[in-house]
């Protein structure tokens, strides 16, 4: 999977490839299971939008993890 990451404001703050999530400078931040994300340390810290489609929504909650 590829695709782009924006915030509940519709800024684009981090992108998809594969099962990783990057910032936007190519910095991995995350690794993504099906919607969940996790820390490097495999911690389960929020979940995405489950939206058909490459580009992928945040809701608030999980804004945070983009500051």
Do not use: P, Q
Request: no cysteine; glycine share 14%; hydrophobic share 35%.
């Amino acid at each position: 999977m590829k695709g782009n990451i924006f915030n509940s404001k519709g800024v684009h703050v981090g992108v998809i490839v594969g099962r990783e999530i990057f910032d936007r400078n190519g910095t991995k931040l995350y690794d993504l299971k099906g919607i969940n994300i996790y820390r490097l340390s495999g911690e389960l810290v929020g979940h995405l939008n489950d939206a058909s489609g490459s580009d992928k929504l945040l809701d608030k909650a999980t804004d945070r993890l983009f500051t």
